[in-house]
């Protein structure tokens, strides 16, 4: 008798803990997942290019369209919580940040963040009708520029006077990289497009002048248009993905990886 309560003991106690165990299960999944969110703020066209997160949030870097006070495509970043994707009251406004710095299209292409800010890369118009780059530096928690980098929280590199791109960022303990391409034709009298990496202090945004030609590399693999998407450092080394024009098949791209010292670019 002694026997068969002390066998239903276990049998509900063993119940009582696999219940608690699926109960944890279905509030944990509950917890981490949230439905997809489709966000529409205006009657235009808006594109989500970029994401970053930390242990509590993501970031999420793009476009929005007519949105900025100067009309047409303007920076657009969101900070959200993983747990329910829901936007940072305490972020920007209300969760959002619009950079509207010129009256023609501005887009933000790349994000990376570190335990204090987010570093932004993209584009911005240029000294005519053209783009140049631009790099934002804010803090993770407000979203308000960083005022000691660059102008006020920002640097603009325009190399020409026709298109250049920021691609990609990344970050390591003392230092910015980014990639992108600029316009042939102000530099080798040619209209492709080079591949570009600069290399900016962290604190200031000012270009690294042991790196590279004082702060940036030019390159031009190709006499078509070359582009560069994505670029990655460890304690040592660059690594830069792109494409480039197959050189016996004009017309043809073909993958490009790189890698590179990081003191100096070689």
Wanted: glycine residues 10%; charged residues 20%.
């Amino acid at each position: 008798m002694l026997r068969f309560k002390w066998n239903n003991i276990n049998l509900i106690v063993g119940t009582l803990l696999f219940i608690v165990f699926i109960l944890i299960q279905v509030f944990s999944n509950k917890k981490l997942n949230f439905s997809p969110i489709i966000e529409d703020l205006t009657p235009g066209s808006d594109y989500a290019y970029t994401i970053a997160l930390d242990s509590e949030d993501f970031y999420v870097a793009g476009s929005c369209d007519s949105c900025g006070s100067l009309g047409s495509l303007a920076w657009q970043i969101e900070k959200r919580r993983k747990s329910d994707g829901q936007l940072d009251p305490n972020f920007g406004n209300s969760g959002r940040i619009i950079s509207d710095p010129t009256s023609s299209d501005d887009e933000a292409y790349s994000i990376t963040i570190d335990s204090s800010y987010m570093y932004i890369a993209g584009v911005q118009a240029g000294q005519s009708s053209d783009y140049a780059w631009r790099i934002e530096k804010r803090d993770k928690i407000t979203g308000a520029y960083d005022p000691h980098f660059g102008l006020g929280g920002y640097v603009v590199s325009d190399p020409t006077s026709n298109n250049d791109l920021a691609r990609s960022i990344f970050i390591d303990n003392y230092y910015v990289y980014i990639g992108g391409h600029q316009n042939g034709s102000d530099i080798l009298g040619e209209s492709d497009r080079l591949w570009r990496i600069e290399k900016r202090d962290k604190i200031t945004g000012a270009y690294d002048p042991h790196f590279g030609l004082g702060g940036y590399i030019i390159e031009n693999p190709s006499t078509g248009d070359d582009f560069i998407y994505s670029i990655i450092t460890d304690s040592s080394y660059i690594y830069v993905v792109g494409y480039q024009v197959v050189l016996d098949k004009p017309g043809n791209f073909a993958w490009r990886i790189e890698k590179r010292k990081i003191t100096n670019g070689q």
